[in-house]
């Protein structure tokens, strides 16, 4: 009744055919073209498809990576849509059996990818706004293929406001690309750490004391934030706080997953399936479900 | 579409016929009840059967289901190379005779959830070669079964055929041109009278009083009952009972949730992935690798799956999660049902407002 008109087919890779059939269970066989390591706990994958085939994905999209013998687990895409052609990229932490396995994997290995799943955020909708994006840990990752995708559209948008938290100086992520927003005129990045080390000379605290820094236009902003579920809670409150109203908040659930299409049952939030009526969502919809936050 | 008479004394001769062409299964009698079950012998075939422990759901969705193999070994550069090949198990024509209408309602739901959206090939090259011969349910199976609460006392349209037992012999219904295929493989049914008809129509009506009501609000009203019993007290009560055993959902005919596992050979370079069946019950369900749980608490998952058989599945596919065939209720080791549960929920809430 309400949930299909969400599900977004047309970007996807599977199901495609093989000997005649579909299968949407089968992964596509990409290759790794490149791997940086970018912290203690995260590395970041560059991954090809047959043929150069470009991902065709929307911001905030995941893929399902497979290692066959291992497993399969949902990752966010770090690529914007603007920087995506032959190749795309993950950003991936070390952080369960598959995922630790995933980090031993070599340049030139094989893996298995099925998307790009669920729905992104919806960027185009976005345009002529402020951005205030709030990213906490690993969510700057997600929240790169957003970011990027209105840095290469730059004129369509207001200002471009980031506001990264992490929790300690070691688990920055792009600390060169931070660099290079820093010292963009068009961009309006702060950072925070909640522990610092001793040569860690910015911000200190947790990523909801940045909030006061900055002040916004509430009629005109729309505030998208990425990180783990309790950040959620305090990040809309400071955005609430603001003046912003719960359809200008836009923010991605983590949940675990199976299958990716709406089958397996695991990332249900109430009726809803994250991997295809999410994982985006504006807040005033996960105000809706007693489930999401 | 037609009705036809098919005599008792032919039904083995018909099994018979079928078993050339088809794999043929159906409840026959186990010691410790019944289940569905290849019939090798057409004299096992119970039609005249109370209830299975596992509804006919495992001919649709497989226990363990291999979805694709794998080879995964060194390329010539010594890089790790895939080789993927996707499996569609246990596809081959088969008869599933005997299915009550509670079951029959169960398919129903497999059949949308499977189809929409994404289209689960593995799944529907299966369901293609599935004839359902349904039953008509005369008497209630036990004392568990709130069929009639649910809507579930009348055959759905999808069956290919129905039998209803009347004077000695079946009438057969024919649902679908498969159907109709399948009598025209025996000489043993002739077309139903008149006189057939009318005895069949005072034979269904004479069923209704048979079967009994337990739920105090209408299956209509179970999704607004649920929605304003979000919060109610009587899940954490259920959720200190439950033993989160899974139990439930396995013999549930509407539960589809599965894990999908991969199984490597001992030679570390072959292996297949399969889907198993799930619990939305089982502590792990919804644990992510961060080591976050969306549904930590027993009584949440307790709710979720209440909820989930009387709101989620209707707004998503149209059709109610529970058929009232009270499997759950007889597998359960606390007397967790479901009756129990709405009706409590329902006496909570009158309290609530009264008060």
């Not at chain 1, 400071?238 to 359809?247: A, I, Q, R, S, Y």
């Not at chain 2, 569905?36 to 363990?64: A, G, N, R, V």
Request: proline content about 5%; charged content about 25%; some cysteine.
């Amino acid at each position: 009744m309400y949930a299909t008109p969400l599900i977004n087919q047309k970007t996807t890779l599977t199901p495609r055919s093989y000997d005649g059939h579909t299968s949407i269970f089968l992964p596509t066989v990409a290759t790794i073209t490149d791997i940086k390591t970018e912290t203690r706990l995260e590395k970041i994958f560059t991954i090809r498809l047959p043929n150069g085939q470009n991902l065709g994905q929307i911001p905030g999209q995941f893929v399902m990576v497979s290692i066959p013998g291992v497993g399969e687990a949902p990752i966010s895409i770090m690529s914007s849509p603007s920087r995506t052609t032959d190749t795309f990229r993950l950003c991936i932490r070390n952080a369960g059996d598959l995922t630790n396995v995933i980090h031993t994997l070599q340049v030139g290995d094989e893996i298995g990818i099925r998307g790009p799943f669920g729905r992104g955020f919806p960027w185009e909708t976005f345009f002529g706004k402020d951005m205030l994006i709030a990213p906490g840990g690993l969510g700057l990752a997600p929240a790169r293929s957003l970011i990027d995708q209105i840095i290469d559209h730059r004129t369509n948008f207001g200002r471009l406001i980031i506001l990264y938290g992490s929790r300690n100086p070691s688990e920055l992520l792009f600390r060169d690309v931070l660099a290079e927003w820093e010292k963009r005129d068009d961009v309006e990045l702060m950072v925070t750490v909640d522990r610092p080390n001793d040569t860690w000379t910015g911000k200190v605290g947790v990523i909801t004391t940045l909030f006061e820094h900055v002040q916004i236009n509430p009629f005109n902003t729309v505030a998208v934030t990425v990180g783990p579920p309790i950040m959620y809670r305090f990040v809309t409150m400071e955005l609430l706080g603001k003046g912003l109203n719960p359809e200008q908040i836009w923010m991605s659930f983590e949940r675990r997953m199976k299958c990716g299409v709406g089958k397996c049952g695991h990332c249900q939030v109430n009726h809803r399936y994250t991997c295809q009526d999410g994982p985006s969502w504006t807040y005033a919809e996960a105000l809706a479900f007693e489930e999401a936050l | 579409m037609s009705l036809y008479i098919l005599s008792k004394e032919k039904l083995p001769e018909f099994v018979k016929a079928l078993q050339a062409k088809f794999r043929v299964v159906g409840p026959v009698r186990t010691e410790t009840g019944y289940e569905f079950d290849d019939i090798t012998d057409p004299e096992q075939l119970q039609l005249d059967y109370s209830t299975t422990i596992l509804p006919p759901k495992k001919y649709f969705l497989p226990q363990h289901e291999v979805l694709f193999q794998f080879h995964s070994g060194p390329n010539g550069k010594g890089n790790k190379h895939l080789e993927l090949r996707p499996i569609y198990q246990d596809v081959q024509p088969t008869v599933i005779f005997g299915v009550h209408t509670c079951d029959m309602n169960g398919i129903m739901l497999y059949d949308k959830v499977f189809a929409e959206g994404f289209r689960d090939e593995h799944y529907m090259e299966r369901r293609a070669q599935i004839y359902i011969i349904g039953i008509e349910c005369l008497h209630p199976c036990d004392e568990a079964s709130f069929c009639k609460d649910m809507g579930t006392l009348t055959a759905p349209p999808i069956y290919d055929l129905h039998m209803t037992e009347m004077d000695g012999h079946y009438l057969v219904d024919t649902g679908t041109e498969k159907g109709e295929r399948l009598l025209q493989e025996n000489l043993y049914v002739q077309m139903a009278q008149k006189e057939d008809i009318q005895r069949l129509g005072q034979l269904l009506s004479a069923k209704w009083p048979r079967f009994r009501m337990r739920l105090k609000v209408s299956k209509d009203q179970t999704p607004s009952l649920l929605a304003l019993g979000y919060k109610a007290k009587i899940w954490e009560q259920l959720g200190d009972r439950c033993l989160a055993c899974g139990s439930c959902t396995n013999v549930c005919p509407t539960c589809f949730c599965f894990d999908v596992e991969d199984r490597m050979d001992i030679n570390m370079q072959d292996g297949e992935r399969a889907r198993v069946w799930d619990s939305c019950q089982l502590r792990e369900f919804a644990l992510v690798a961060g080591g976050h749980n969306f549904r930590g608490k027993k009584s949440e998952r307790v709710r979720h799956r209440v909820m989930r058989k009387g709101k989620y599945i209707k707004q998503v596919h149209g059709l109610l999660g529970c058929t009232g065939c009270g499997r759950c209720e007889r597998a359960c080791l606390v007397n967790i049902t479901i009756p129990a549960t709405i009706n409590g929920l329902h006496d909570e809430m009158q309290l609530e407002s009264g008060s």
